[in-house]
């Protein structure tokens, strides 16, 4: 129950994913926040969010509905696929290497790969069990393991000035507009030095807008070198970016519950890339 209402956002729309009426949900969540003795939800009259407490409560709960599937699954013989979230790129130019790898080494294991755009790719609510993430600085409850590095490009308008050169450096778009996913991307206006920062942005959701502010001119964006690989667009040119650093490529799981083949996907994915990408 707490994890629906986590999920969707209203007791209505809970209701609904629980096949349940909304006061037997609000009747429900009183009992639970009584016996716990602790407030779970703050509830308004269009919307909902969890307090602190909740947000705890919450991550538990996801765990252990992550276990019971499992203990399903396995007394039933039902194999569950292996799922890898992702916000932008996957895994660049290793990815199909790494599905043919994986078949090969685990055909009983199906892979299935999944577009969650937000900072942790579906992780936190347990609809992924593996999340790509680039530029991971660490989050509760998790363990990760970096398995390459990406260096960052330049993506510009393909008709723009800037789109006749082969390479740039930061300062070269101190003047022009950075488009910015803040929940998806890993760039903000902290990579520039404070000398030559760009004074304006426009913030973007996904990598489709991010495309689109690029295309049309209204920006400039700078992303890893695996973003080409997976989204392109005819109206906009990836060129090198000489001074900027590297982004880290890690692997994320929870270490709440079990994750039996993190390990053997970590595996599979440093082994494709020691031995080098392949052309999607």
Not at 75 to 96: E, H
Request: net charge negative; with cysteine.
């Amino acid at each position: 129950m707490l994890v629906a209402l986590a999920d969707e956002g209203t007791f209505t729309d809970a209701a609904i994913e629980l096949g349940m009426s909304q006061p037997a949900v609000s009747r429900a969540l009183a009992q639970f926040e009584a016996i716990l003795e602790v407030e779970l939800v703050r509830r308004s009259t269009r919307s909902l969010e969890l307090t602190g407490a909740g947000e705890v409560a919450c991550r538990e709960a996801r765990t252990a509905l992550r276990v019971v599937q499992s203990v399903s699954d396995a007394a039933r013989g039902v194999m569950r696929p292996l799922r890898i979230g992702y916000s932008w790129a996957t895994l660049g130019a290793y990815t199909t290497s790494v599905v043919k790898a994986w078949e090969a080494k685990h055909p009983d294991v199906p892979l299935e790969f999944h577009r969650i755009d937000g900072r942790d790719a579906g992780l936190a609510r347990g609809a992924v069990d593996i999340a790509v993430r680039r530029g991971f600085t660490g989050m509760d409850g998790c363990r990760s393991e970096i398995i390459f590095d990406e260096r960052r490009m330049a993506a510009v308008a393909a008709s723009s000035i800037l789109g006749a050169r082969t390479s740039v450096a930061l300062s070269d778009l101190a003047e022009e507009t950075i488009a910015i996913a803040p929940e998806t991307g890993t760039t903000t206006l902290d990579l520039w030095p404070t000398s030559t920062r760009p004074t304006r942005a426009v913030e973007v959701d996904n990598a489709d807008e991010w495309l689109l502010a690029i295309a049309s001119g209204a920006a400039v964006g700078v992303t890893t070198e695996s973003t080409p690989t997976h989204h392109s667009h005819p109206g906009v040119r990836f060129i090198a970016l000489t001074d900027a650093p590297t982004v880290a490529v890690s692997l994320v799981t929870s270490s709440r519950g079990s994750n039996a083949y993190f390990d053997s996907f970590v595996k599979v994915v440093r082994d494709c890339v020691a031995a080098g990408p392949t052309i999607l």
